[in-house]
């Protein structure tokens, strides 16, 4: 649902933020989580199964690793809140296609921090050549891949002239475009598909006609409202059985 001539003015400002801006954010949460619990041993009690007696089991503290895993789970932010303010205060569209554009290219980057930091706390290769080296075959492996779908599917819906076929066109490309990066490449399938929607909100006005175009926009537009709904119901379903839990523990307690 974003204008495309809109987004390019405020792309370098989007990438800025979604490439350093998660990356700082990502140090900073694994910082704060370091200061927090990383120094502090982890202690609980369990039944040893052949005495029957309860011994205290103390852990050391989590690997930097695991820090900068959840870093990189919590980097990425979602403008729903901030975009939907920023419209009932009238605020300019540069500034809300800035943030909404910067949470559409931070999805990938904070997926491929976190799963290059889920390869090093699994054990893989710590050393900084090896870890440059997954950034770069993920993101880049991942944005190449994108531009090469676009490119494939813009070839193929030029020559079409049916708005259903088309946009049943973009609907498989896009499902292909993750999977495949996931499944066959092993690049970021995020990431992949986020270059893949991009490129191909702007080729879509050479590609298709007036009519067709119109239809593919409300069509993804209403996908992604669909999609925000779900996520946040079941957000707020998980989120509620878990303060239930909690607060049954804490009473019984």
């Not at 820090?67 to 009932?88: F, I, K, Q, R």
């Not at 946040?232 to 509620?240: E, N, Q």
């Amino acid at each position: 649902g974003m204008d495309y001539y809109v987004f390019r003015k405020v792309l370098m400002s989007s990438i800025l933020l979604a490439g350093p801006g998660v990356g700082v954010t990502m140090f900073l949460c694994a910082g704060t989580t370091m200061a927090l619990f990383g120094f502090a041993e982890e202690c609980v009690k369990e039944v040893d199964h052949v005495t029957h007696e309860e011994v205290e089991v103390c852990e050391e503290q989590l690997p930097v690793p695991v820090h900068l895993l959840l870093g990189g789970m919590l980097a990425a932010t979602d403008p729903v809140a901030v975009c939907a303010v920023l419209n009932d205060l009238g605020c300019p569209d540069k500034l809300n296609f800035m943030i909404a554009g910067e949470s559409l290219l931070n999805d990938g980057t904070a997926v491929v921090a976190f799963m290059v930091m889920q390869s090093v706390a699994g054990g893989c290769s710590t050393d900084a050549a090896g870890v440059a080296m997954a950034l770069i075959r993920l993101a880049g492996g991942g944005v190449c891949w994108g531009l090469f779908m676009s490119a494939c599917a813009y070839q193929g819906i030029r020559k079409l002239r049916d708005p259903n076929i088309e946009i049943t066109t973009l609907v498989f490309c896009t499902l292909a475009t993750f999977w495949i990066a996931e499944n066959v490449i092993g690049v970021s399938g995020v990431l992949g598909t986020v270059v893949f929607g991009v490129q191909t909100a702007r080729t879509s006005f050479i590609a298709m006609d007036e009519h067709t175009h119109h239809a593919n926009h409300a069509f993804w537009g209403e996908v992604g409202y669909v999609a925000t709904s779900i996520i946040f119901i079941l957000a707020g379903v998980k989120s509620r059985d878990k303060i239930a839990r909690f607060i049954d523990e804490a009473a019984n307690t």
